[in-house]
């Protein structure tokens, strides 16, 4: 039953309505659909990129006062420092800043250099105990070769080429170093995998656990604040190599060209899941292939048979014959320079970690977390501006200030020498950079177009907003209507 009430009514009931629905409706509405966007420390994220990193990589200068006079070694520290320095500018996004100091006691040192007549070929460098032994003839008559020798010592080319790496993809074909290096991680997850083909046939003591506590976990323990290391182990039985060893004469052996098609069936049982995994496997080789060897594309015997497979791991092909057990004095004795490859740094013999190659691991860590901290975040400021309709919560904004408060604290540590502290901020840098980039909250509205709101929207407003319109054009008509009578 329609109410006749009159039109005073009618329009004071219109106004009523049409108040609360703008007055109280529209805000309330644009409240609950507004999207949250706390704010972006934006200016200071792009300070980051305007500025170079700089490394200040300290050698100690000793000498003999019979030989020569201090006051002498430090015009020749003044001399060598325009040619250290045209070397330490070519790091891309780094400077990398040589710093001569006079010591007393050079062996304690990551890096340093002896200025002696105690040299058997005064034109060459020769490495001690103490450090790097230069001849004073030699640097009395050659400072450019004298600084190059330097360069070399502390292998400067090396760590720029991982450092160019970050920003040229390409020298990652072209460098062998640069190719095998896994890529700088705050953690790693080493993965100790002994595999069977044959059990029945090989019946050994694999004494995994007993191995990795006498060998690997003192390696671990001497990377020290380079990045969380954790390791497990496995064996894993029945994987048949998918070529076989061939004989040739009295020795067995696997072509070169063969061996990345060896990790193939061992690499789907290994059951690794990031990309921080770094795997070492003893394959255990039937007697009947013993000795073996790998041959060479140049067509040499190689009697060790083990090799690095880049950015995965390293691969033993363990001789079996005449043995109740695994000798880990020897399995790790071939492993572990290996995994030194594989944590960036050059091919060596030696199983143990010097104070030179950690600095030299430390220093590619946290110029690594610096650069890959602020590309992450030049990345995040982009998408936030390009995507409006993106979420940016409170916890967000306080990661990128933290990581960019880690990044210049970690800038700051590098330039005053302190290397430990520049890397333990520039891994929080890099964790709370990368925890922001991916925090899955960003991606609430990303695909949530304008075209959907309107066909959410519509179907709500519509049945209100219609009877107000219908009612304002019976106002409107009857306005018109009454005009023209009064006419």
């Known amino acids: 039953m329609a109410l006749n009430l009159p039109q005073s009514v009618q329009k004071i009931n219109l106004l009523y309505y049409s108040l609360i ?14 999207t949250y966007r706390a704010a972006l420390p934006h200016s200071q994220i792009t300070a980051l990129t305007e500025y170079n990193s700089v490394l200040n990589i300290p050698v100690a200068v000793c000498f003999n006062p019979s030989d020569v006079q201090r006051s002498r070694v430090e015009q020749i520290i003044v001399s060598l420092k325009p040619f250290l320095l045209s070397r330490g500018g070519g790091g891309g996004r780094v400077i990398y800043d040589i710093v001569l100091n006079l010591a007393s006691d050079c062996g304690k040192q990551p890096f340093s250099v002896v200025f002696t007549n105690d040299v058997a070929r005064p034109s060459k460098a020769e490495s001690s105990s103490q450090g790097l032994k230069i001849s004073l003839e030699k640097v009395e008559r050659m400072i450019p070769e004298v600084a190059e020798d330097i360069v070399q010592c502390i292998e400067l080319p090396h760590l720029q080429n991982h ?26 997850n080493i993965l100790v995998s002994v595999v069977n083909p044959d059990p029945a046939a090989i019946n050994l003591d694999y004494n995994l656990v007993e191995g990795t506590k006498l060998y690997l976990e003192p390696f671990i323990a001497e990377l020290g604040k380079v990045a969380e290391v ?15 060893p061939v004989k040739s004469g009295d020795i067995y052996y696997l072509s070169e060209s063969n061996l990345p098609h060896v990790i193939n069936p061992i690499e789907s049982k290994l059951g690794t899941s990031t990309t921080n995994d770094i795997n070492l496997i003893i394959y255990l080789m039937e007697d009947k292939y013993s000795p073996l060897h790998i041959k060479t594309v140049g067509g ?3 009697q060790l048979p083990s090799f690095l497979s880049p ?29 030194k490859q594989l944590l960036g ?9 010097s104070a030179k190659e950690k600095y030299l691991m430390e220093s590619r860590a946290t110029l690594t977390h610096i650069l890959r901290s602020t590309d992450t975040l030049n990345s995040l400021i982009r998408l936030v501006y390009s995507i409006p ?17 880690g990044i210049n604290k970690a800038q700051s540590a590098l330039m005053e020498g302190k290397l430990q502290e520049a890397l333990q901020q520039s891994s929080l840098a890099r964790n709370a950079a990368e925890k922001s980039f991916s925090d899955p909250s960003i991606l609430a509205l990303l695909y949530f177009p304008d075209d959907q709101k309107f066909a959410i929207y519509i179907p709500l407003f519509l049945p209100v907003g219609l009877p107000l319109i219908v009612a304002y054009l019976e106002i409107l008509k009857q306005w018109k209507k009454n005009k023209d009578k009064t006419e």
């Open 21 to 34: 629905v703008v007055v109280l409706g529209t805000p309330l509405w644009w409240y609950t659909t507004d």
């Open 163 to 188: 450092i160019l790496a970050i920003d040229d993809p390409s020298l990652h074909s072209t460098l062998q170093d640069v190719r095998n290096a896994m890529a700088v991680a705050t953690s790693y």
């Open 230 to 244: 954790t390791y497990q182990t496995q064996v894993i039985r029945y994987v048949k190599l998918p070529h076989r």
């Open 300 to 302: 040499e015997m190689k």
């Open 311 to 339: 950015q995965f791991g390293a691969v033993l092909l363990y001789d079996t014959s005449n043995k109740t057990s695994i000798d880990h004095s020897s399995t790790f004795s071939v492993l572990l320079p290996q995994l």
């Open 345 to 353: 740094l050059k091919s060596s013999s030696s199983a143990g970690i």
């Open 389 to 405: 309709n993106m979420v940016i919560g409170d916890h967000i904004a306080e990661q990128v200030s933290s990581a960019v408060e």
